[in-house]
C-alpha cells in the first residue's frame, strides 16, 4: 500500500504552507496550492488521496473545486475547511460528497484524527 | 400627499402624521387634528341650527305681527263705523227737527223747549238749542244759560255751516266752561231765500261715553283727536284730554317689514286713503298707533296697540325656541366631542399599528445587513488568526523537536500564550457570526437559559465597566420552545442593555427564567435602577418614545421589542416604581402555533 498523499487548496499561502510543513512533520506527505484552478490542475499529477479544500477562494469556490474533484475520482476523501461559524457550510458540502469539515482556525490534533479517519476509510473501501 | 385644492380644510384639519416630526410632536399632531375635526363638525351643525333657528325667529315674529296688524285694523274700523253711525244718527235726528217750515215755529221759545226737553229725553248731555237767523244773531234758545241775541255771523262755523249744510265742531269749553261741542244744520228759509240754522251743543262726556262704551278688547287704548291732533276724548294712558296728544310728537319708526306687510294686507289696502298706522316708541314700550278720520266729523280715531314682543305667547315662543336651540347645541357639541375623541384615537391606534408594521418590516433587512457585516468581519479575522494559529504551532512543532536549549520552557509558554488568545478570539467570530444567523429568519428549538446566558456574554464587559452586577435566577427544568434565536436575542438584548443604560453605575441587574404553565415560559429582567413614572410607563412602548439623551436613543428599542414578541405570540408588561426599579416581564409560548 502506498503512503496516502495529501493535498491542501487554500488561497491563504502562508496558511497552507504552514499546515503543509506541520503535517509533514508528522510524516504526511502534504502538498500545498494556493487556488482553486492550481488544485485542480495538479490532481493529475499527484494523485492524492486526501484533499484539505477551502471552501472560499477567490477563483472557484470550495464547493465547485469539491464538485470537480469528486468527478476526477470519487475516491478521493475531501475535508472542507470552513471559514463559517456556522456548521452550515460544512454541512452543505458534505452533502455535496465532502468526507467531513473543520472550522478555522484549525486545531492540528482535530485535523489528524479527521486525517486519519479518511484514511482509514479509503484504505478500507480500497482494500 | 397633499392635495391643494383643500387648502383650508388641510389647514384646520391636518393628517396627523404630518406634524410628527419627533415623538413629541405626536400628541400634539392629533390633539390639533381632533381640534380641528371638532371645529369644522361644530361648524356644520352650528350653522343650519342657527339659519334655523333665526328663520323660524322671524316667520313666527312676522306671523305675530301680521296678525296684529290685521286685528288693529278690523278693530279701528269697527269703532269707526260705531262712532260714525252715532254721530250720523244724531245728525239725522237734528236734521229732522229741524225741517224747512219749522223756523217760524221754533222761534216761539214754548216750542223750542219742548223740542228741548224731548231731545234731551232722548240724548241726556244736550245741552242746549239755538235758533240762528240768516244774519247770523240768535233768534232763539232753550238751555241753562243765558245766551239770547248772541251774533254768531262773524264766526268761521257759521259761515262753514250756511256752506255745507251740517257743521260739527271740535269739543271746546266756550263761555260754557264745560267742554262741549256742536252740531249744527242750516235750512232754507220757507219765504226768504236765506238760510237758518239750528245749533245745538251737545257735552263732551256724550262722546266720551260713546268712546267708552265701544269697550276695547284688543287695543290698549282708544280715544279722539281734533285735527291740531288735541285729544277729544281722554286716553287711558297717551296724555289728557284737551291737550295735544303725545303721539304725535313721537318719530315714525315703521320699519321695512312692516311696509311691506302693511302693503301686502287686502284690509289696509282696501281702506288705504283713509287708515294710517305707524309704529313709536312710547316710554321705550314699541307700539302701533292706528289713526282714521271719521266721516263728517273733524276727528280723528285713534287706536294703540303695544306691540307683540311683550305678550305672552312672543314670550313663551322665545322660551322655547331658545332652549330647543341650547339643547341642540349642547347635544351635538358632546356628541362632537365624543366623536372627534373616538375617531382621534382611532386614528392613533392605525397609525401606532402601521408604525409598528413598518419597523417590524423592516427589521429583518436591518438585521440581515448587520449579519453580513459581522460575518464578513468574522470571516477576515478568521483568516489572519488561522495563519497564527499555524505558525505558533509550527514553532510548538520544532520546539519539539528541538534539544534543550536557553529559555526553551519560556519560548514553550509564550507559544501556550499565543495559543490560547487564538483560542479566545476564536470564540470571540464564533460569537459574531452566530449573531450573524439572526437575519436568517427561522424557527428551532432553543433553550431561553443559553439565549439568555449569551445575550449577558454580549453585555457581560459593558455591565463589569459600570460596576453593574448581572445575576442569574434561571430554572434548570425549563421546557425548549420553539422560536427564532435571532429574535428572541434581540428582545432581551434591548430590554437588558435599557436595564445597563437605566441604572449608569453600580446597580444590579437580575435576569430569572420560569415555567409558569405548561405551555408558557416566563422571563423577568428586574433592575434596581431609577424606575420610571406612570407617565412613562404608559408611552414606553410607542416608536420614537425615548428618555435617553437627545442622540442616545432612538425611541425605537422598545417598540422593536414588543412587536417582536407580539410575532413570537408572545407578551410583554412592565412594572415600575420610581425609585426602586424597573421588571420586564416577557411570557412566550412553548410553540407559535
Known sequence: ??????????????????????LKLRSIDATDVHSGREGL?????????????????????????????KSFDPTIEVIMLTGHGSAGSGIEAMEKGAFDYIMKPVDLKELLDKIKTATDKRNHTQG | MKNTKFNLLTKILPPPSDNIISGSDLDKGYKHFSKGLRIILMVLVFVPLLIISLLSHNQYASLLQNEEIDQLILNLKQSQSTIEKFIAELQSVIRFVA??????????????????????????????????DSHGTQQAYAGPYALENHDYSE??????????????????????????????????????????????????????????????????????????????????????????CVLYDLPDITSRSIKKSL??????????????????????????QAITKLKNTP??????????????????????????????????????????????????????????????AEQPNKLASIGRLAAGVAHEINNPLAVINQKAGLAQDFIEITDDFTHKQ?????????????????????????????????????????VIREVVDFLAKEASYNQIKIDFDLAPDLKKIVSDRGQLQQILINITNNAVDAIGSGGAITLRSRQIEDDTVQIQI???????????????????????????????????VYGLIKKLGGTIKVTSEVGKGTTFEIHLPLSQN
Open chain 2, 526 to 560: 428586574r433592575d434596581n435602577g431609577p424606575g420610571m413614572s406612570i407617565e412613562v410607563q404608559k408611552h414606553i412602548f410607542d416608536p420614537f418614545f425615548t428618555t435617553k439623551e437627545v442622540g442616545k436613543g432612538t425611541g425605537l428599542g422598545l417598540s422593536i
Open chain 2, 299 to 360: 276727528w280723528e280715531l285713534v287706536l294703540v296697540k303695544e306691540q307683540y314682543m311683550y305678550a305672552e305667547s312672543w314670550r313663551s315662543f322665545k322660551i322655547r325656541l331658545t332652549t330647543i336651540f341650547l339643547s341642540c347645541l349642547f347635544i351635538s357639541f358632546i356628541v362632537i366631542y365624543r366623536l372627534s375623541s373616538a375617531i382621534t384615537n382611532h386614528l392613533r391606534e392605525s397609525d401606532l399599528k402601521r408604525e409598528q408594521f413598518l419597523i417590524e
Open chain 2, 155 to 244: 264766526q268761521l262755523w257759521y259761515q262753514e255751516v250756511l256752506r255745507q249744510g251740517f257743521y260739527i265742531s271740535t269739543i271746546f269749553s266756550g263761555f260754557r266752561e264745560i267742554p262741549h261741542f256742536v252740531i249744527a244744520v242750516s235750512k232754507k228759509h220757507p219765504q226768504q231765500q236765506e238760510k237758518w240754522v239750528l245749533r245745538v251743543t251737545v257735552e263732551g262726556k256724550a262722546l266720551q261715553n260713546f268712546v267708552d262704551t265701544i269697550g276695547i278688547t284688543y287695543a290698549d287704548d282708544i280715544f279722539l283727536v281734533d285735527p291740531n291732533y288735541m285729544a277729544q276724548t281722554a286716553p287711558h294712558k297717551y296724555g289728557k284730554p284737551g291737550e295735544r
Open chain 2, 410 to 450: 519560556a519560548m514553550e509558554d509564550a507559544l501556550d500564550g499565543i495559543q490560547s488568545s487564538v483560542e479566545r478570539c476564536k470564540k470571540i467570530t464564533h460569537r459574531l457570526l452566530g449573531f450573524a444567523r439572526q437575519a436568517e429568519v427561522r424557527t428551532e428549538e432553543i433553550n431561553i437559559n443559553e
Open chain 1, 1 to 22: 500500500m502506498t503512503k496516502t498523499k495529501l493535498l491542501i487548496i487554500d488561497d491563504e499561502v502562508e496558511f497552507a504552507s504552514t499546515l503543509s510543513q506541520r
Open chain 2, 263 to 288: 302693503a301686502g294686507n287686502e284690509m289696509f289696502t282696501a281702506e288705504l286713503t283713509n287708515i294710517q298706522i305707524f309704529q313709536k316708541i312710547y316710554n321705550e314700550q314699541p307700539i302701533f
Open chain 2, 99 to 132: 225741517r224747512d217750515d219749522r223756523y217760524t215755529e221754533l222761534l216761539d221759545s214754548h216750542e223750542l223747549n219742548i223740542l228741548f226737553n224731548r231731545l234731551q229725553n232722548e240724548y241726556p248731555e244736550v245741552a242746549d238749542i239755538e235758533i240762528i
Open chain 1, 41 to 69: 490542475d495538479i490532481l493529475e499529477e499527484i494523485k492524492p488521496g486526501i484533499v484539505i479544500l477551502d471552501l472560499k477562494m477567490p477563483d472557484i469556490s470550495g464547493i465547485d473545486v469539491l464538485t470537480a474533484i
